[in-house]
């Protein structure tokens, strides 16, 4: 399933919200189409746990029976989980996201030494600048106000990063970014090993998503809260 790209992931929902008879509310003008929207569309490569889907619809049944319908016409590989109703002001998802959290594991016979040093050396940096590409531009970019959480655990990366449209932080621009540290000696090695990794190896990274996060505080105060807890059960 990872390597089902966003728009095909689009195409598979409309016609599973469709067989299961959801009242989905269809768009005005000559040609009409599902009011559907995704959080933050997922990367081809990348598996996860917490993607979000916005719909609009006319009517409803209850969660449940609504999770019933929707999980007889997924494929392997795609569950829905949850089904919950927004308040009538709330923005779509698209627009609130504002972190994710990511779990980054490497394949058995890929070790990395002293990864849990590297990661604390790494985050002890003032400003951790990439030069970061696009279409049209190239600029380098300080990843540091954008990674939210850092840490090492039996191999295993976490990671909490911005997400959004204001903010926009990938794991493989921090793992690419990890990789530089090689002129410390504390962390040559390691670093090493993850650049072999990020540039010969990267079908040896396995990245995962487990859950996008909404901003519900306010200023320079962020408060994180998983989307799914802005909606509620509809009994």
Avoid: W
């Amino acid at each position: 399933m990872k390597f089902v790209g966003h728009l095909d992931m689009m195409r598979y929902f409309q016609k599973a919200i469709r067989r299961a008879g959801i009242d989905i509310a269809y768009s005005a003008g000559y040609s009409p189409h599902q009011i559907m929207s995704f959080a933050s569309p997922l990367g081809v490569g990348l598996t996860s746990d917490g993607e979000y889907l916005d719909i609009e619809v006319n009517s409803s049944k209850t969660s449940e029976e609504s999770i019933a319908a929707l999980n007889r016409e997924m494929a392997e590989g795609v569950e829905v989980v949850s089904y919950r109703k927004l308040p009538e002001d709330a923005k779509n998802a698209m627009s609130v996201v504002a972190a994710a959290d990511y779990r980054i594991s490497f394949s058995e016979e890929v070790a990395i030494p002293s990864l849990e040093q590297l990661t604390e050396r790494f985050m002890m940096q003032k400003e951790i600048l990439i030069t970061k590409k696009t279409k049209k531009s190239e600029g380098v970019v300080d990843l540091k106000p954008m990674i939210y959480g850092l840490r090492a655990k039996n191999d295993t990366l976490f990671m909490r990063l911005a997400t959004g449209s204001a903010a926009n932080c990938k794991p493989i621009h921090v793992l690419e970014a990890m990789a530089e540290m090689k002129g410390q000696e504390e962390t040559r090695e390691a670093a090493a090993a993850l650049e072999k990794l990020v540039v010969r190896t990267p079908y040896a990274i396995c990245i995962h998503r487990l859950q996008i996060y909404g901003n519900t505080g306010s200023g320079d105060a962020p408060v994180f809260t998983a989307l799914e807890d802005l909606g509620e059960e509809i009994v």
